[in-house]
């Protein structure tokens, strides 16, 4: 007789998610227990591409991650005072995204994930794990709702200051490298006056960038990325006291979005920090997304990498139905090589990001200046309906 295997998977952000989804589809029992007291929702559009778009077609989540899309209708670069440094059109900058990628606001994603997930699991908001114990048969995790559960494998999916890797693994300071930089993202009530209906709006300045979304049914969102050697310090400080400071100079639409923040009620704030772990399982516990291998924004692609880090994980725990211990080496061994990629990749576009100098700022523009050239447009756009007619 076959009995059906438990997982508790910590975090429902789009790691802990798809993990459940994706377990659930391989005959495993998964629970989800989330710190947060209900789901979060907003946040920032982010490209959704490779081996993610690969695992939500195989997930069959693809058509609704498709129904939320957002195409700009423009990109727009702009100067302190507002005026246009250049602009790329919507099309072309559709192109320049490829056929097998969307642009979907990462709260999109968790909901699309949690409406196929919401009546097949429990799903347990407003819990945290408290202490982990595992042996030969399973493990056990204590809640802060005062219930021990038993599992035959614990997913620690609950993000770069995951406790599931401090209780297990060690302290976070060993495994997280910060890169310099800190991110702000909310949504914004209205959309400032200097921003056009439907655009993306960018403005950098000396290391420091503030872009709006116009997502174009009434959502906005405020988008802060910008250096700073104190990282730990000022995420002890706090967006609504720090922001004010770092970006009140800045021009352009930055007052009106700033009054926005000091009423915003809810404001992701974080450093900008790879994690970097010699193993991502310890028995029978393991780790997702960004808890595991944290790539940053500056790589693009965490929310992809978590998508396509829990299919594999499906697929390895459908393999080797008997052995977790195998199944959790074999998924690292396929996984981990894209991870370290995109790592690698997260450190070089650290310098570029925002850079401090105009001349550092112009070279990193030209490959966007030069698809702004209508006949470059086209070219893209031409190049981009070959490939979807193949
Ligand atoms: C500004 C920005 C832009 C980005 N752009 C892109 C992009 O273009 N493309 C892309 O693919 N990715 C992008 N990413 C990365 C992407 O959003 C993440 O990598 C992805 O969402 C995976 O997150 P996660 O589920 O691993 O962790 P998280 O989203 O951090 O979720 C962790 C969850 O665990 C919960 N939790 C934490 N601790 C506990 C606890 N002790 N007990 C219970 N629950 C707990 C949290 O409340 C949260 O819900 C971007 C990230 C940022 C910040």
Known sequence: MTTTKRAIIVGAGIAGLAAALRLHQAGWQPMVIERAPARRDGGYAVTFSGLGYDAAERM????????????????????????RRFSVPG????????DRALNVLRGDIEDVLYEQVRERIELRFGTILETVAQNADGVS?????????RADLLIGADGLHSTTRTLVFGPEEEFRVDLDHMV????????????????TETLTVTGRTLAIISLGDGRAAAFFGYRTERPSAELAEGAKSVLPKVYGDIGWAAPDVLAQLRTAESVYFDSISQVVLPSWSRGRVALL???????????????SLAVAGADLLGAALESHPDDIGVALAEWEKDLRPEAEKKQRLGRKVKGLYAPADPFRLWLRDVPLRLAALPPVGRLLQRRLQLRQAA
């Open 184 to 199: 702000a993202v909310f949504m914004l009530d209205h959309l400032p006056a200097d921003v056009a209906p439907g655009a």
């Open 289 to 303: 997304g960004d808890a595991a291998w944290c790539v940053t924004l500056f790589a693009g692609y965490g929310s």
């Open 60 to 83: 069959g989540i693809l058509p609704d991650l498709a129904k939320r899309h957002i195409t700009p209708e423009e990109m727009n670069y702009i100067k302190p005072n507002g005026e």
């Open 91 to 98: 099309p072309t900058v559709r192109a320049m995204l490829g």
């Open 141 to 149: 995790a204590a809640l802060s709702d005062g219930s021990v559960e």
